[in-house]
C-alpha cells in the first residue's frame, strides 16, 4: 500500500487502482475511514485549514462507514477539488440516516392500503404491515370484494385483517370462496357468517376437506337436525377443530349405554363441543368421576358434571370439598350441593369459604337452607345478596311483611321478579327503598 501527502497531491501524480493511503497532516489524532479503493486518515474535526487540494486521479471509491454525508463532509472548503467533492456521492447512507418520508415511502403502499381499504389505525396498520406483505392491491382486492358480498362489514374486515393478515394474501377463488360457501350452506346466516369467522379465524387456516367437514358430518351424525347443527356451531366457533374426530362416536356410545337420555347428548354437544371430541380414554375418567359423586346419568346435571370436572383438576375439586367441612358441613350434604349445582365447584375455593361464613355468621341462614338453594354460590355478596336481604329485613322493621321469605325465594327469583315483590310495590309508601336497594343509604343490620 503506498502513501503520499495530500498537500503535495496533482494531476500530474499517478495514482494505481490499488489501495493508497492519504495522509492529511494535521495535529490532531486522526480517525481512520476505509475504503475500497482508497484509505483516508481524517482528524474528528477542524480539518478546512488543513486540506490544500487534490484532484481526481480516476479511482473508484466504495466507502464502507456508515458515517452520515453532514458529519464526513463539514470541513470541505467551497474550493475543494472534483475528488474530495466527489465523497458526496460516494458515502453510503444507512436506512435510518434517510429522510423520515423517504424511509417509509418504502412501506408506503401496504400501510396506507392497510389503513384505507382496511380500515385499520395507523399504529396497527405498521404492525399488520410487518406481518404480511404484498406489492399490489390485486389479490387482497379480490379477498375483500369477496368477503363484502358474504356479508363482511369495514369493521368485520378490520377485525379479521388485524387477527389474520394473512387472510388479504390467500386464493380468494380456491381456498376462501369454498369455505364461505360451505358455512352458508349449513344453515348460517350472512350476519352471522362474520361473527362465526371472527370468532374463530382459525377457520379460514383450516382445510375443508380434511378437518371441517369431517367434523361437520360427525355432528350431524349425532345432532341429526340442521338447526341444531347451526347453533353448535355459533356457539363454539368451531374451536373443536385441533381435536381427533374419531373420539366423538365412543364418547357418545358411553354416555347413551349409561342412560344419558338424547336430550342431554344434544345439550352436551350443544354447548361443551369441545369436550365432546375429548380423548375416549379421558373421557371414561371423567365418566366414571361423575358417576362417583353420586349424581345418576339420567340426570341433566350429569352433563353439567362432566363439564365442571373436565374444568377442573380431581384435587382441586377435593380441596373445595374440605372447604366445606371446614365450614361446619359434612361430606353428604356438600355432595347435595354439587349435584343440584355443579357449577359451584368452578368457584375458588375463597369465594367458597366467604359466601358460607357471611350467610352462616352473618345473615344466620342454616346450612340446610343454602343447601336447597346451591346456586347462591354463583351470586355475588355484596350485589345481589346483601341488597335484597337489605329490602327485606327493612320491610319487615316497618311492619309492611309479616311472613318470613324463605331463602331461595328472596335470593333465587330473578331481578325483575324481586323488584316487582319486594321494592315497586312497596315504593309510594316507602320512597328510601329504591336507594336502600341500591346501596344509596344505610341499610339495616341483618337481625339474629
Known amino acids: 500500500m503506498g502513501q503520499f501527502d495530500i498537500s503535495k497531491a496533482s494531476k500530474s501524480i499517478p495514482v494505481k487502482r490499488d489501495k493508497v493511503s492519504i495522509l492529511i497532516k494535521v495535529s490532531k489524532k486522526p480517525k481512520i475511514i476505509r475504503a475500497s479503493s482508497i484509505r483516508v486518515k481524517l482528524p474528528p474535526s477542524n480539518l478546512r485549514q488543513n486540506v490544500r487540494d487534490c484532484t481526481t486521479c480516476g479511482l473508484k471509491l466504495e466507502l464502507t462507514t456508515q458515517f452520515r454525508r453532514s458529519t464526513l463532509l463539514g470541513f470541505l472548503h467551497p474550493n475543494a477539488s472534483p475528488l474530495l467533492k466527489s465523497f458526496a456521492s460516494l458515502v453510503p ?9 423517504k424511509q417509509e415511502g418504502n412501506e408506503s403502499f401496504p400501510v396506507s392500503y ?12 405498521i404492525d399488520v404491515s410487518k406481518r404480511v406483505h404484498f406489492k399490489d392491491s390485486k389479490n387482497p382486492d379480490l379477498v375483500l370484494n369477496l368477503l363484502r358480498s358474504y356479508g363482511f362489514s369495514q369493521t368485520h374486515i378490520s377485525k379479521l385483517v388485524k387477527y389474520l393478515p394473512s387472510t388479504l394474501l390467500v386464493n380468494p377463488e380456491r381456498t376462501l370462496l369454498p369455505k364461505l360457501r360451505f358455512f352458508r350452506s349449513i344453515g348460517i346466516s350472512s350476519s352471522e357468517l362474520p361473527k362465526l369467522i371472527i370468532t374463530n379465524p382459525v377457520l379460514l387456516n383450516c382445510s375443508l376437506e380434511n378437518r371441517i367437514i369431517p367434523r361437520f358430518e360427525a355432528l350431524k351424525s349425532v345432532l341429526g337436525p340442521h338447526e341444531k347443527l347451526n347453533v353448535t356451531s355459533r356457539r363454539t366457533g368451531w374451536k373443536f377443530l385441533n381435536k381427533e374426530v374419531a373420539d366423538i362416536f365412543p364418547n357418545i356410545k358411553l354416555l347413551r349405554e349409561l342412560g344419558v337420555p338424547q336430550s342431554s347428548i344434544t345439550l352436551f354437544v350443544t354447548c361443551f363441543t369441545s369436550l365432546a371430541f375429548t380423548k375416549h380414554e379421558k373421557f371414561v375418567e371423567l365418566v366414571m368421576f361423575a358417576k362417583e359423586t353420586g ?19 380431581k384435587s382441586t375439586w377435593v380441596s373445595k370439598m374440605k372447604a366445606f367441612e371446614r365450614c361446619g358441613w359434612s361430606r ?3 355432595l347435595l350441593v354439587f349435584k343440584k349445582y355443579p357449577r359451584c365447584m368452578l368457584r375458588s375455593e375463597e369465594k367458597i369459604t366467604s359466601t358460607l361464613k357471611f350467610l352462616m355468621d352473618e345473615m344466620h341462614i342454616r346450612m340446610e337452607e343454602i343447601a336447597k338453594c346451591p346456586a347462591v354460590f354463583g351470586y355475588g355478596v355484596k350485589r345481589r345478596i346483601i341488597p335484597r336481604f337489605s329490602v327485606v329485613q327493612f320491610l319487615k322493621m316497618k311492619g309492611l311483611i309479616n311472613t318470613n321469605p ?4 328472596i ?27 341500591k346501596g344509596v343509604e344505610e341499610r339495616p343490620l341483618p337481625e339474629a
Do not use: G, H, W
Not at 444507512?94 to 418520508?101: A, E, I, K, R, V
Not at 392497510?114 to 396498520?125: E, H, T
Not at 324463605?406 to 325465594?409: A, D, K, L, P, Y
Open 295 to 313: 349424581i345418576q346419568p339420567c340426570k341433566a346435571t350429569f352433563i353439567d358434571a362432566l363439564y365442571v370436572l373436565s374444568a377442573t383438576k
Open 332 to 334: 353428604d350434604l356438600a
Open 93 to 101: 447512507i444507512s436506512q435510518s440516516d434517510l429522510p423520515q418520508q
Open 114 to 125: 392497510l389503513m384505507n381499504s382496511c380500515s385499520l389505525s395507523a399504529k396497527d396498520a
Open 411 to 437: 335470593v333465587a327469583i330473578s331481578e325483575k321478579k324481586f323488584r316487582e315483590k319486594f321494592v315497586t310495590k312497596f315504593q309510594e309508601r316507602v320512597p328510601q327503598l329504591l336507594n336502600i336497594y
Open 406 to 409: 324463605s331463602f331461595s325465594s
